[in-house]
């Protein structure tokens, strides 16, 4: 049983073919990695910063309110001075 060149042409052509194939879809699988890896490292700088963000939102609240608080402190303390 012997193979002739044309069919042992074909199956080298078929091999080859396959192993590009799988090389570019190994490829594209590490390039989608790496993209999803960059977009996970930016994600998390956004949530840091949403949380900073609350943190200083809470911090001005509690400023104003002590503003607040002083201001009518001095207010009442004018109505009653004069």
């Known amino acids: ?16 073919t396959a192993g590009i194939f799988i090389g570019g879809l190994a490829m594209s699988i590490k390039f989608i990695e790496n993209q999803i890896k960059r977009l996970e490292e930016k994600q998390d700088k ?3 910063l949403i949380e ?4 200083v939102e809470e911090r001005a ?3 104003h309110k002590r503003i607040d608080k002083i201001e009518n402190n001095d207010n009442h303390n004018e109505i009653h001075s004069t």
């Open 46 to 48: 956004h949530n840091c």
């Open 61 to 63: 609240k509690s400023a």
């Open 1 to 16: 049983m012997s193979i002739s060149l044309d069919l042992l042409v074909v199956i080298i052509i078929n091999v080859m």
């Open 52 to 55: 900073r963000m609350v943190k």
